[in-house]
Nanobody, 125 residues
Framework: QVQTVESGGGLVQPGGSKRLTCTFS????????MGWFRQALGKEREFVAA????????YYADSVQGRFTISRDRAKNTLYLEMSSLQPEDTAVYYC??????????????????WGQGTQVTVSS
């Protein structure tokens, strides 16, 4: 099965920036959509951003629009999330995921079949 591994999390101060990386292995990397989700302590997992693997069309949650950028390197089977202007509300475990297909919706965890282990991002001074 497809394996996904996130990295790049850690502690960052408010207003700071961080880049998350997700690498893939064990499958055929011709997917419909790749996504980032996050889950804060005591809250449900929520959509952050998605990108279609081939065409590179991007979608963002309102809460991160203009601050986060999702991208991918198809040759390296790698997904990225560039985060800026981070706030304490962004503190969460961040997960990458794989969704078959390129049609909406993109913001539902149930649409994604493969998940990484998550990486913790903590925004605090």
């Amino acid at each position: 099965q497809v394996q996904t591994v996130e990295s790049g999390g850690g502690l960052v101060q408010p207003g700071g920036s961080k880049r998350l990386t997700c690498t893939f292995s064990g499958g055929t990397f011709t997917y419909g959509t790749m996504g980032w989700f996050r889950q804060a302590l005591g809250k449900e997992r929520e959509f952050v951003a998605a990108i279609t693997w081939n065409a590179g069309q991007t979608y963002y949650a309102d809460s991160v629009q203009g601050r986060f950028t999702i991208s991918r390197d198809r040759a390296k089977n790698t997904l990225y999330l560039e985060m800026s202007s981070l706030q304490p509300e962004d503190t969460a475990v961040y997960y990458c995921a794989v969704k078959p297909g390129v049609l909406r919706p993109f913001d539902r965890p149930s649409q994604y079949n493969y998940w990484g282990q998550g990486t913790q991002v903590t925004v605090s001074s």
